[in-house]
């Protein structure tokens, strides 16, 4: 038996905050080599932080980082341990992705990223140049600090392996896995049996699966430990990195670390037994074929041992089951702890939420309760740090702490439901009912005087006074009334942000929520500046589907009962108002359901269809219900008013990441926000085509099914890959 110990982790990184990383890092050793682990694995890029962005493209980044892996290389941090940490190097002109390896006050070698992420949320080529020079090792002078400090004058860099004298052991960075050619498979076939993944992969709903599956399928045919590390928590940004570090050998998960936590450390540690590599490789006849005949990779050899042999005081750790949440729990607790991440990090006393009583307002109040009662459990499971943020935030003397969540709630969330003679009692209830279950401190405001003074203004300086459309006045009068008590509603909520600490003797100032979903954001329904514009928004890439799936989640697992009301009721604005022959609803305002704008989003976002695909595409998803032409002005439609309402996404607020078809405008979803919103020429294609359907024929039988199953009913035919993907959340990664 060769007997290894192995160590990954979980952290809890901040862009640019070296003395934050510093500190993660060393605990992480400390922890690594207190286990016993002689390889420490930490995230990509983790002295820097990942979310530098073009901080990258400053010299003091790279100056800074330097500095840092001196202060680990003078100390003992890698005495007996081989360690790899993720810095940016400049080598020559062009700066480069790396992983540093060091053991025993050395850098043994320099693994610059082959692959960069460059699409989605990543930008790795606006600031990394993807390393190309795939046959040699060069050799690399460090920078003369550095060289003169650790007695060392240059180390190999490039694409290669390191060899001990009792196993072979390589790096492979975060996109790498997920490239059509991995580099971990020739690797495997020159000998390399320890796989390292540095990462910075960041949560979206139900993915999960689909990174681990990648860390199975490089071991399940080929062999090996294959190790994984990732950031995990808010780092600066829209993204959480979603932590989930583990250990897989030949298939099998044997270590797996937390998905969503407030810890800002977290160890996982196995012990394997590299002769089963070896074994498994040997009975692969294929594998030994391949391997005769390979492309050889440069390696640095090293002449030290981290293997121990067979000792029974060291169990080996064994195949576990995956551990998966399930979407209500990762909305819960992936924003949830994005949120304390911001908000210990901001400097904020706490949050300021308008609370509506609808679907979408109550939702992110259930995720701030969520997140105070993770602090509560997080300080009763013997957390100082968050102990001592909890402390601060929430302004605790005399040695008390938070021991009930709805004690803390109190002191850091402030809900106001801002009514007006539009509000209904039934809205105004539920809030009120919500904010007792939560603990917030809770303010019921009428701001009809407020809108009232606007009309009264508006009427002296033009001499006319709009009137709501059931009233009888245009759409244009009905529309503008709408938008003044949105706004008055934004306006309100900021100065209350401010000013209410004040009035409560405390210092420091409270953080805007909004509560705008996704779908509302690709159709722009919302009103430019309302309470869709906070300061951040926890839920404004999840859709009206899933989050009325976590309220009934929520209301028997957070203990938040009324929930369970607001998510049977029908979604409405409340901006006009209540008569006994009409009552404003969301869809019909939209012209279009919440589970049809998914649809559209995931059409236009992760199948890239343009109005004539999505046309096409959905004349099969819809086709047993539905005739060519009225699929056509459902598609019209929704282009028509996606592209009026564009621009609204320039100035969304900053929004938790977790959904694949977000329309977020600033990083993921790239578009023009002027468009001609006549669409002529597609919508033109478009004509033609339903005119060569006949518009009237149903090119599927009847089916309640069809849709789910994306099948017809006597199994013959389908609807294709792309129209039964968009109704499935699941798609895209």
């Known amino acids: ?387 001592a943020d909890a402390i601060r935030i929430g302004r605790y003397a005399n040695g008390e702490f938070p021991t009930e969540s709805r004690e803390f709630a109190k002191r850091i969330f402030y809900t106001v439901f801002m009514g007006s003679e539009n509000s209904s009692q039934e809205t105004r209830m539920r809030a009120t009912k919500l904010a007792d279950e939560i603990g917030s401190w809770h303010l019921d405001v009428s701001i009809d005087t407020v809108v009232s003074a606007f009309l009264s203004l508006f009427q002296t300086l033009t001499g006319k006074r709009p009137r709501y459309k059931v009233d009888g006045g245009s759409n244009v009068e009905n529309l503008g009334l709408q938008n003044i008590q949105a706004r008055i509603r934004m306006v309100l909520a900021f100065m209350l942000a401010s000013l209410l600490p004040w009035v409560h003797n405390k210092q420091g100032f409270y953080l805007v929520l909004g509560s705008s979903n996704v779908d509302e954001g690709l159709r722009g329904y919302l009103t430019k500046y309302d309470c869709s514009s906070a300061d951040i928004n926890p839920i404004g890439s999840i859709s009206k589907q899933d989050l009325r799936t976590f309220l009934r989640w929520a209301a028997t697992h957070l203990g938040y009962s009324s929930l369970a009301e607001i998510e049977a009721a029908p979604p409405t604005a409340e901006l006009e108002p209540i008569r006994s022959n009409y009552s404003q609803l969301d869809e019909v305002d939209m012209g279009m359901t919440y589970e049809e704008l998914s649809v559209y989003g995931r059409l236009r976002k992760i199948f890239h269809c343009g109005p004539v695909s999505m046309f096409k595409n959905l004349c099969y998803r819809w086709g047993a219900r539905l005739t060519p032409s009225e699929v056509a002005e459902k598609v019209k439609h929704f282009f028509k008013y996606y592209s009026i309402n564009r621009h609204k996404m320039t100035v969304l607020t900053p929004s938790y990441h977790a959904e694949s078809y977000s329309p977020e405008d600033n990083r993921f979803d790239l578009r023009q926000f002027l468009y001609n919103a006549r669409w002529p020429y597609q919508f033109c294609k478009i004509d033609e085509l339903v005119k060569e359907l006949d518009g009237e024929k149903v090119p599927f039988s009847k089916s309640s099914d069809h849709e789910k199953m994306g099948t017809t009913s006597d199994g013959g035919g389908g609807m294709g890959v792309i129209a039964a993907g968009s109704g499935n959340p699941r798609a895209g990664h």
């Open 1 to 387: 038996m060769r007997l290894l110990k192995v160590a990954t982790c979980n952290l809890n990184q901040w862009a640019m905050d070296f003395d934050c990383n510093m500190k993660n890092i060393k605990e992480s050793i400390a922890r690594a080599k207190e286990a016993g682990a002689v390889i420490r694995l930490g995230p990509e890029l983790e002295i820097t932080g990942y979310g530098c962005e073009d901080h990258f493209l400053e010299l003091d980044t790279i100056t800074h980082a330097w500095e840092c892996l001196k202060d680990l290389l003078l100390g003992d941090w890698t005495d007996g341990i081989l360690c790899s940490f993720g810095m940016p190097v400049i080598k020559g002109s062009e700066r480069y992705n790396c992983q540093v390896l060091c053991l025993n006050r050395k850098i043994i070698m320099i693994r610059p990223k082959l692959w960069l992420a460059n699409d989605g949320n990543y930008r790795e080529l606006r600031w990394f140049t993807a390393w190309k020079q795939k046959d040699q090792l060069e050799d690399f002078l460090l920078p003369h600090e550095i060289s003169e400090a650790l007695c060392q004058k240059s180390v190999p860099f490039g694409y290669g392996f390191i060899q001990f004298l009792d196993t072979a052991v390589a790096v492979e960075v975060c996109e790498e896995l997920f490239t059509p050619i991995p580099p971990h498979a020739d690797l495997a076939l020159n000998g390399v049996e320890v796989f390292m993944n540095a990462s910075g992969s960041h949560h979206q709903l139900r993915k999960l699966d689909y990174r681990i599956r990648a860390f199975i399928s490089a071991t399940h045919s080929r062999g090996g430990v294959y190790m994984y590390s990732n950031q995990q928590g808010c780092d600066g940004g829209r993204l959480y990195f979603d932590g989930c570090s583990c250990v897989v050998v030949n298939g099998d998960m044997i270590a797996q670390g937390s998905q969503f936590s407030l810890r800002d450390v977290e160890v996982v540690v196995a012990q394997v037994d590299l002769d089963a590599v070896a074994g498994f490789r040997g009975s692969i006849s294929s594998f030994q074929e391949q391997a005769s005949c390979k492309t050889k990779i440069s390696s640095v050899a090293v002449q030290y041992s981290l293997c121990q042999p067979f000792n029974l005081k060291m169990s080996l750790s064994s195949p576990l089951k995956i551990t998966y949440h399930s979407p209500e729990e990762e909305i819960a607790f992936g924003p949830g702890c994005w949120l304390w991440d911001y908000l210990r990090r901001s400097g904020a006393s706490g949050f300021l939420l308008p609370l509506s009583g609808g679907a979408d307002s109550s939702s992110v109040a259930a995720i701030v309760g969520c997140m105070c009662q993770l602090v509560v459990k997080e300080i009763a499971n013997g957390d100082e740090q968050v102990k």
